[in-house]
């Protein structure tokens, strides 16, 4: 896939407007709020380049919507603390731009027949707008044609597709990899001392997880960090954990291991058992809550942080914006940066929903 090809420089320059901006929440559910991104004139397809110009994303305010739209939610899964994130964030916009909501959960990524169904449910139950984080990027063209079509809204959320849509709300995992592998090609520069790696980006056949894995090998071109394999699996850290596992016993001389949170979290599960805690360097292509303790004590060297629950936030507003005939922004990266122990304390918790939140799926 070709989702981008120049972002890095300026996405660094993006997460330097404000460090704590960066990782900072609305104070509470009726405020409006801003966000550093980089925006560009919408494109017809995520796979185009992205050509993005530094600026801030500024919210509605509440008072500013005149009627209550009714918004769809169609999101892959509900079983980690990134997807409850973005839900979380999807739920409080709609709640505090006094929208209707709907969240559809498809079960996995394999699903796609069931999401190409629950897209169907959304246009049948009256949806304005609905906010797609597709299972496949190329699977829903004609299902959002049609809908646009009709007069309904489609925001392409998180994972891009190749369509023309409404608005866009994509991180670029290809620049998620990309940040892993600068970072780390540095640190092992050629004639450094060969170290090898596994990657475990994600789910197979996965746009997110198979772009973060093609960003990190183009940026360790050159370097001295050789990749066994690249491991494939389901995002939880339940089913990262036996994959961890046979490749700790497979490569045993691994000097890092490079995935998701999750992925992290398994890892720094294993090495605790086996007694190896820092015997491998863990980095990570999102944050989860559990790996801020171990960030902070230096049993992870680093992690990329997306904001998750801003991404969402983003999306409904621009959802929103679109329908009031208000949109400014309708193409836009939230700035992502990498953290490690230096700067972890910056990440507050309110990037990830409330560990006692419920997964909600409707607001009336």
């Not at 992205?50 to 919210?59: A, D, I, L």
Request: with cysteine.
């Amino acid at each position: 896939m070709n989702k981008l090809t120049r972002l890095a420089s300026g996405m660094i320059a993006a997460t330097a407007i404000s460090f704590s901006t960066l990782f900072s929440a609305p104070a509470s559910a009726a405020d409006s709020w801003k966000f550093p991104v980089l925006a560009s004139d919408l494109r017809p397809s995520a796979m185009k380049p992205f050509e993005g110009k530094e600026t801030e994303y500024q919210s509605l305010d509440s008072s500013e919507v005149t009627k209550k739209w009714n918004l769809c939610f169609l999101a892959p899964h509900t079983t980690n603390d990134i997807l409850r994130a973005y839900i979380y964030g999807t739920v409080e916009e709609s709640k505090r731009l006094g929208a209707k909501l709907t969240v559809f959960d498809a079960g996995g990524y394999g699903n796609l027949d069931k999401q190409l169904a629950q897209f169907d449910d959304c246009v049948t139950l009256g949806a304005n707008a609905i906010l797609l984080m597709a299972v496949s990027p190329t699977a829903f063209s004609q299902k959002i044609s049609e809908a646009r079509a009709k007069g309904i809204k489609v925001i392409d959320l998180n994972i891009g597709v190749d369509a023309p849509v409404d608005g866009r709300v994509v991180v670029t995992y290809i620049e998620v990899g990309k940040i892993l592998g600068r970072e780390l090609a540095k640190l092992h520069a050629k004639g450094s001392g060969p170290v090898s790696t596994v990657v475990m980006p994600g789910p197979a056949g996965v746009a997110w997880s198979e772009d973060t894995a093609k960003g990190f090998e183009k940026a360790i071109e050159g370097s001295d960090i050789k990749t066994e394999k690249v491991i494939y699996g389901g995002s939880s850290r339940l089913e990262q954990q036996p994959l961890v596992e046979d490749a700790l016993t497979t490569y045993p001389k691994l000097g890092l291991v490079v995935g998701m949170g999750t992925s992290v979290e398994a890892t720094l599960n294993a090495l605790r058992e086996q007694g190896r805690v820092g015997s491998i360097a863990l980095y990570g292509s999102f944050i989860t809550p559990d790996l801020i303790p171990a960030i902070s004590s230096g049993d992870v060297a680093g992690v990329v942080v997306e904001n998750s629950i801003i991404i969402n936030k983003m999306a409904v507003d621009m959802a929103v914006r679109l329908l009031e005939g208000k949109a400014t922004i309708t193409d836009a990266v939230p700035a992502v940066t990498l953290v490690d122990k230096t700067n972890v304390d910056k990440v507050p918790a309110s990037n990830f929903a409330p560990a006692d939140w419920k997964v909600q799926l409707k607001v009336d």
